[in-house]
């Protein structure tokens, strides 16, 4: 069973400890780019927590619906303004199914890494599939595993550093699992927070896809249709649902 780890604690510094994913120049690019994979119909979020991507869409004039495994970032979402214009519903992304069909699925931010078993990501790619008519497309933003980054002998990766937090990645290469600390100093205590993913790798991706029926159609480096290179850090997918 999938565990909900952004309780109301979590949910409610959320926008402010991603900021920087606030910004306009990170999520303009990532609403274009779906509100163009959309073509005109509805979309619909996997992991929508408070809306960064959600919302934009909407203003930009696509019906959005979006899953939250956590009541307490649904919340915020529908206390935004245009919040309360998406249908959200609480509940698993490898099985809470949505009335209608959609043009567009999409996990961004390595929503995808928060099912900790391929199994699980496996059932995610299938929920995704029966949400679409023939030629939707299922869009993963997901980073690409740092394991180059890891010297021998070695587990952890700093992401993230700067005077109010630290971020450090824990690599298990047997099982694929990765455990994200997060280190930060809030109202002059300490508090750390650990949540656990599983890293995959694109080709694992491309596979559990044409498990579900699709087929990969783009891929790229970043929102902005960068190439996808050896050495890029994370990628965006397009898998198209085949007839």
Excluded at 5 to 22: C, I, K, L
Excluded at 63 to 81: F, Y
Excluded at 226 to 241: A, G, I, L, M
Aim: charged share 25%.
């Amino acid at each position: 069973m999938v565990r909900n780890y952004f309780d109301e604690d979590v949910a409610e510094r959320y926008d402010e400890s991603a900021a920087e994913m606030f910004d306009p120049g990170v999520v303009g690019p990532a609403v274009d780019f779906i509100a163009e994979q959309a073509r005109g119909g509805a979309a619909l979020e996997f992991g929508v927590g408070t809306g960064r991507i959600a919302i934009p869409l909407v203003a930009a004039g696509i019906t959005v619906a979006g899953i939250d495994l956590s009541p307490a970032m649904i919340d915020r979402l529908e206390a935004k303004p245009r919040g309360a214009d998406i249908e959200t519903s609480v509940g698993d992304m490898t099985s809470t199914r949505v009335t209608g069909v959609f043009s567009v699925v999409y996990l961004v931010f390595n929503t995808i890494m928060n099912l900790t078993t391929q199994s699980e990501q496996v059932a995610c790619f299938r929920n995704a599939a029966a949400h679409l008519g023939p030629g939707g497309r299922f869009i993963v933003e997901v980073m690409v595993p740092a394991l180059r980054l890891l010297p021998p002998g070695q587990r952890h990766v700093v992401f993230h550093s700067d005077e109010g937090e630290l971020g450090i990645d824990e690599y298990d290469v047997v099982t694929q699992r990765l455990i994200s600390h997060h280190i930060e100093v809030v109202d002059a205590e300490v508090r750390r927070h650990s949540i656990p993913f599983r890293y995959v790798w694109p080709g694992e991706l491309d596979l559990m896809a044409e498990m579900a029926g699709m087929r990969l159609l783009e891929r790229y480096a970043t929102w902005s249709r960068e190439p996808f290179t050896h050495e890029s850090r994370q990628h965006v997918s397009v898998w198209e649902k085949l007839a």
